[in-house]
Every structure is written in structure tokens, then in C-alpha cells.
């Protein structure tokens, strides 16, 4: 434990990293250090997160470390973006002022060599970075841009070497303006928790990490509620839009549950917490957010991969286009090694690199602060593509909000009260939504459950249970629970037709009982469902509930589903998702025990985050933070966005420099073009996947401005580097 209390994540902002290139570089740096345990870089951000022991080594040290290596880099507070680069660097500054006085050698001649003191004052960051990169054995862009500074200067070109390096240097700085934005709000949802609690019985204040659980703090009007729990005293309206995505206000009351990151509105509050802040929903989400923006996508991987390979071989042939024209004594060699050079320079890779993870982490950023959490490129890719949308009926398309219509003892030794007070005791044990709406009706009739003396309690998915009490065997659930207790289920077509869900007890082999419960449809999920056909996907539901259950769903949704399948086990629904999945992508989605088998078989599985299960949400790929159905559907015209975000970024990077090199070809090899058209593409393939953050600041919808100034005050932070907090 003493062990533990060592570790510390920190965030560090490096500004003077380029592209995943630099990322071996980094992590060789980081990794000889003694202390660091483990090292996560960010690129599109140009965030690295480091988990160290803070006794062996601290964040200045890790911070010197980097710089040693010109990286620029600077200590997040608080995993708090402070953006740093607000202005270009010195080196930059004083690099493009002399080369603008450079070209007064019109006037003057010898002020031509003011272009020479733009190179040596500018080159300083590419050289160091250039040395550290050789001395750990890996080309990098600021190899290939010192070889181009270096072999300008060979054939006296000063004005040009000059201009490399100013266009360059430049270059990273306005690159980490352009993704401020994208790192503003990934850093806003993963610090959305304040760090102080207050204790309601003291008033003290204390570490939200000290927190322990069953405390009970006080939460007052403008405040961030810091630990998950259940409201035991007051009422208020709660602000939840940065957690699930809800545009409205929320009430709270006595019994109600809250969570850390959301925001009182108006009223005092004490809350009982049900969590330590480590295991909050918001330090889940936060866990899951680095998760997927530190995971690679299929596309991004080939790219990197291709790229270790295709700098090599560019310098080798930039090498043979300089080298062989000299061997062979051919006319005009400054052509040439002009041509080596632009061909050099034009190879870098940067912007193909970054083409799709910038893409990747925007689309992440901008799902995640809608309130769906995407856990990784790859899912985005297959998201996509999907072809299919499987749903589940209860707690999904449905409320999961039952309440009893019809309940009987069908036998005449046990009385009604007797048959609910056993039903409502073992149901207390079960977390299905069905389970709750039996033991309310039990109380309604003044019996209270006893769980403590079920039993062997066992749960049968998609089944029912089982548990033993006051000497008898009770099994609850569907028509399929007769097979386990051996009995007989009558055909009751009454109750069916109306839709409802039937439930049926036995008592050992012998049918004790028979209830009837009914639930209605989300608000949406016809609107969801229709939009998802109008995107060309073919809708289908599929449920353990009986075939009329499932038919008077489908009849609420105005039959738009294509597909319907009732009475299905796990197993059955993992099987019909295997047929769906030869017809195209699936995707599944969820919120239960009985859906997880389904949603781990889909090619993506999107689980009721907060509503579902803790096993849905550990099995989907996807997690729908609130119960907005219609989220699905703009989170796969979000993913096709960012796919066609990519396919653009990659043409964007390879014609704007397929047309320098053309432009070499034709006998013009500028070789300050070049680099203009590469760090330029590397410019315009960050702001085009920037595109898919619009509307992020006005995400969310209305809510109380005095309460986000309020936070954002207790915070620190400005409102307009916390976008989530705008209204």
C-alpha cells in the first residue's frame, strides 16, 4: 500500500513534439530515467502522461529531461491544460526577423548574411532534437530538415536554408494553436471533479482523494458534486450535461443518485457517497477517455508502420538522386541536388502520419462530450461501417420501469401475501429492472422483503431464479424457467395479447403463481430507430420477453423495426448476432447481464452506461453514458465523418506534395516549397480534422451561467479553456 501511495500520474504538455515520429524519441528519454513506470504519449494534443514514483524522480526533473531535448515541455497542473504557446519562440522570432532583413541584399549585399544568422539562431530546436534522435538511432523530420538546412548552406543558398528554418519552427507553433482547442476539452472531462470535499457534520474541508465511503458531504448551489453517492437530505437541480450529455436539468431528491463532475444548480444537498473517488463513474470515464486516445486504429498502425520503413528509403533515394549525377559528371549538379533535396524534404511523412490520428482523437473528443464514450480508434472505424443495429428490448428500447398489472396465487394452500412475501425476498437479491417493479408491489401490500433468508440464490440469464425459502424450492421468471423446475406452464392468451410481460412461479414442479408487468417505450426510440433506416441500416430487436411482449414494442415504434426475435436466451442472441454479422457490420446494443454475451459477439457493442449493467459496460465497445437512445445514430454519422476526415487528410497530404514534386520534375525543385508544402499540409490535415469539433463550446445546451462561473472560478480555470462549462 506505502508502495502505492508513491505513484503519481502527471500530464505534461509538449509543445515542441511534431508527430508520432518523435514518440520513440520520447519514450527513450523518459523510460532511462529511474522512477518512471509508465509512459503514454497523446500526439495529436501533444500531451505525454507519466505514472512515476514522485520519491525518485519529480515532474521537474521529468520536465528538464525533455527540454534537454528542445521539446518544450511544460507540467499540466492538475491534468489542467495552461497554454503556453500563445506566442512563437524566441528562436522563431528572432530566426524570421533577420531573414526579412535578409532580403535587403538587393539593396545591400552583405546583408545577405543575415540570412546565415537566421539559420544558426533558428536551428537551435532542430538541431538539438535532430542529435537526439540520431544518438537514439531513429530518422526523424528534424533529420531530414537539418540535411536540407545543411545542404542549402553547401550550395550557398542562405536566403532558403534561412527560410526553412523559419517556415518550420513556425510551423510547430501554429500546429499547437491550431489542436488547443481538441486538448481544452479532453482535459476539461478528464479533470470535471474538484479536488476538496466538504463534510457535512463538520463543514471541513478535505481531499476528495481522502473521501472514504458512506461519508456525507455537503454540497451547496454552483458547486461540483466531487464523489458519486445517493442524496439523503435537500433537493435540488442538477447539471449533468458533461457526464451523459443531457441538455436539461435534472431534480434530485432525497433517495436520488448523483455524480462527481456534475454541477448543483440551485439548493443545498447532502450526499451519502456510494464510491472512493478512484472508482467514481467520472474517474471510469476519464480512465476509458486515456484508454482510447493512447489506442491505435487499423489505419493509423499501417501508417506508422509504413512510415519506419518509407523515411529510410527516402533518404536513400534523395541520397542517389545527389549522388549518381555527381559520379556520372553531368551538367548543372546544383539541379540536382537541389532535386535530392526537395524529393527529401517532400518524403517526410508528417502529415500522412498525423492524417488519421488527429481525425481519430477529434471524433473521440467531440463523442465523449455528447456523453458517449468511444473506447478506441478501431471501434470508430468499425462504427463506421456498421450495416446492422440489433437492440435489446428491456432497459434499451423500453424504460425498464415495470409496474405490476396482474398477480395470482394459482394455488390454494399458499395465500397471496405469502406467495409475495416469498417473491419479493428472492427478487431483492436480482438487479433486473423486473425485480424492482415486484418487490414496490410487495410493499404497496405492506410486506417487506427479507433477503437474508433466501437461500441458495442463483441467477438463470435470460431464464429467471431460483432461490429457497421457508423449506421451498422457488423458481421466478419466464415460460423457460418450467424446464428447470420440471413443471408445466398452461397457454394464458389473455395476458399476451395485451403485450405484457408474463412471469410465472413455481413452487418446486408446481406452478404456485403467475404476474403480469408492463413497460413502455423510450422517449426517442422511434426517432432513433427511423433515423438509423434513413442511413441505410437495418434495424432489428432482439428479447428474452415473450413473441407478443416483443410485437406490442414493436407496434409503440410504429413497426419501422426489420427484424423482431422474442424468447431468446444469451446464448440464442450471440447466435443470431453471428447471422447478422455475415450479412455486414453489427452492432449490438444493450444495457444487461443477458445482453453481454451479444455485445461482446458484435463488432461493436454499445452498452447503457449508467443505466446498464456493470458487465454490459465492461463488455461494450461503446458506452452511452445516459439513456438517449437517439445518440446512436449521431454517433455513426460522427464516425463516418471522421472516416471521410481521414480519406480527405490523406489526399490532402499526398497531392500537395505530389504536386511540389511535380513541380521539381518540370525543372523548378524549390526546396523552401517544399517544406512550405510540408508543414503546411501537416497545418491544414490538423484544422480539417478540427472541423469535426464545431458546436463542441455551445454543447450541452442551456444551463445556469452563474453556476459555470462559479465552477469555473473554484476551478481555476478560465471559461474559455473549459468549453464543456460554456453555455
Keep these: 500500500m506505502a508502495a502505492n501511495k508513491k505513484l503519481q500520474k502527471s500530464y505534461f504538455d509538449v509543445l515542441g513534439m511534431c508527430c508520432s515520429t518523435e514518440v520513440p524519441l520520447i519514450e527513450n528519454i523518459l523510460k532511462s530515467l529511474e522512477g518512471v513506470k509508465e509512459v503514454s504519449v497523446i500526439v495529436p494534443t501533444r500531451t505525454v ?3 512515476h514514483e514522485n520519491l525518485l524522480v519529480s515532474q521537474l526533473q521529468i520536465v528538464n529531461a525533455l527540454n534537454q531535448a528542445r521539446m518544450e515541455a511544460n507540467v499540466r497542473a492538475n491534468g489542467r491544460i495552461e497554454h503556453q ?58 533529420v531530414l530538415m537539418l540535411i536540407a538546412v545543411i545542404g542549402s548552406i553547401a550550395m550557398k543558398d542562405y536566403t532558403e536554408a534561412g527560410t526553412i528554418v523559419f517556415l518550420f519552427t513556425t510551423a510547430e507553433w501554429l500546429e499547437s494553436r491550431a489542436s488547443h ?3 481544452a476539452v479532453m482535459s476539461s472531462l478528464i479533470t470535471m471533479t474538484p479536488p476538496k470535499a466538504i463534510i457535512a457534520e463538520t463543514g471541513e474541508e478535505v481531499d476528495a482523494d481522502e473521501v472514504k465511503l458512506d461519508t456525507v458531504l455537503a454540497v451547496k448551489a454552483g458547486e461540483v458534486i466531487p464523489i458519486d453517492g445517493i442524496v439523503v437530505d435537500g ?25 462527481a463532475g456534475t454541477i448543483n444548480l440551485n439548493g443545498y444537498i447532502s450526499v451519502k457517497t456510494t464510491a472512493v473517488a478512484k472508482n467514481c463513474v467520472v474517474a471510469k470515464m476519464a480512465m476509458l477517455v486515456e484508454e482510447a486516445q493512447n489506442s491505435k486504429s487499423r489505419t ?45 524534404v517532400t518524403g517526410c511523412p508528417c502529415a500522412l502520419i498525423l492524417s488519421t490520428p488527429v481525425a481519430s482523437f477529434c471524433a473521440l473528443t467531440e463523442a465523449a462530450t455528447s456523453g458517449l464514450l468511444v473506447k478506441g480508434g478501431d471501434y470508430l472505424e468499425i462504427l463506421s461501417k456498421i450495416k446492422i443495429a440489433a437492440f435489446d428490448k428491456t432497459g434499451t428500447l423500453t424504460r425498464g420501469e415495470f409496474f405490476v398489472t396482474d398477480f395470482r396465487s394459482l394455488c390454494e394452500d399458499i395465500s397471496l401475501n405469502t406467495l409475495l412475501y416469498w417473491i419479493s425476498s428472492i427478487e431483492s437479491k436480482s438487479s433486473h429492472p423486473m425485480a424492482a417493479a415486484l418487490v414496490e408491489y410487495g410493499r404497496s401490500h405492506s410486506i417487506e422483503p427479507k433477503p437474508e433468508i433466501v437461500e441458495d440464490y442463483q441467477n438463470f440469464p435470460g431464464e429467471g431464479i431460483y432461490g429457497r425459502i421457508d423449506g421451498r424450492d422457488i423458481y421466478i421468471g419466464s415460460r423457460k424457467i418450467s424446464v428447470r423446475a420440471h413443471g408445466a406452464v398452461p397457454t394464458l392468451g389473455s395476458n399476451r395479447i395485451e403485450g405484457k410481460t408474463v412471469g410465472y412461479v413455481f413452487s418446486g414442479a408446481t406452478l404456485a403463481g403467475i404476474f403480469s408487468l408492463s413497460d413502455a417505450c423510450r422517449t426517442g426510440a422511434e426517432e432513433a430507430v427511423d433515423e438509423l433506416k434513413s442511413m441505410g441500416i437495418k434495424a432489428a430487436m432482439l428479447t428474452g420477453d ?39 457490420p453489427t452492432a449490438m446494443i444493450g444495457d444487461g447481464v443477458n445482453d453481454a454475451p451479444a455485445l461482446a459477439t458484435a463488432d461493436i457493442g454499445i452498452s447503457m452506461g449508467i443505466s446498464g449493467s456493470a458487465l454490459a459496460t465492461e463488455t461494450g465497445h461503446v458506452i452511452l ?71 463542441t463550446e455551445n454543447h450541452g445546451g442551456k444551463c445556469c451561467k452563474s453556476s459555470a462561473a462559479s465552477l469555473t472560478e473554484k476551478r481555476g480555470c478560465k471559461t474559455s479553456h473549459c468549453p464543456l462549462l460554456e453555455c
Design 300 to 344: 493509423q498502425r499501417f501508417i506508422d508502420k509504413f512510415a519506419q520503413f518509407y523515411t529510410p528509403a527516402i533518404i536513400v533515394v534523395s541520397a542517389a538522386i545527389a549522388v549518381i549525377p555527381a559520379a556520372l559528371r553531368v551538367h548543372n549538379l546544383q539541379h540536382w541536388f537541389h532535386l535530392a533535396l526537395v524529393v527529401m
Design 546 to 584: 415473450n413473441q407478443d411482449a416483443a410485437i406490442h414494442v414493436q407496434e409503440q415504434l410504429g413497426n419501422c423495426l426489420d427484424v423482431v426475435h422474442a424468447e431468446l436466451l444469451p446464448e440464442d442472441k450471440a447466435r443470431i448476432i453471428k447471422d447478422f454479422k455475415k450479412e455486414g
Design 181 to 183: 482547442k481538441a486538448t
Design 49 to 51: 502522461i507519466v505514472v
Design 85 to 142: 504557446g500563445k506566442w512563437p519562440s524566441p528562436f522563431a522570432m528572432a530566426c524570421g526577423l533577420l531573414l526579412l532583413l535578409s532580403f535587403l541584399k538587393y539593396v545591400y549585399h552583405p546583408l545577405q548574411w543575415l540570412a546565415v544568422g537566421a539559420v544558426v539562431i533558428g536551428i537551435y530546436p532542430i538541431l538539438i532534437k535532430a542529435y537526439a534522435a540520431i544518438t537514439s538511432f531513429r530518422l526523424d523530420v528534424n
Design 235 to 259: 433537493k435540488c437541480e442538477v447539471d449533468e450535461k458533461t457526464l451523459t450529455g443531457e441538455s436539461f436539468p435534472v431534480t434530485k431528491e432525497k433517495d436520488s443518485t448523483v455524480w
Design 625 to 695: 453514458m445516459s439513456n438517449d437512445i437517439r445518440k446512436i445514430p449521431k454517433a455513426i454519422q460522427l464516425a463516418r465523418k471522421a472516416h471521410r476526415k481521414v480519406i480527405e487528410n490523406v489526399i490532402l497530404s499526398i497531392s500537395i506534395k505530389s504536386a511540389i514534386l511535380a513541380l521539381a520534375l518540370a525543372g523548378y525543385p524549390l526546396v523552401w516549397a517544399a517544406v512550405l508544402a510540408d508543414v503546411g499540409s501537416c497545418l491544414l490535415v490538423t484544422c480539417n480534422s478540427m472541423l469535426l469539433l464545431r458546436g
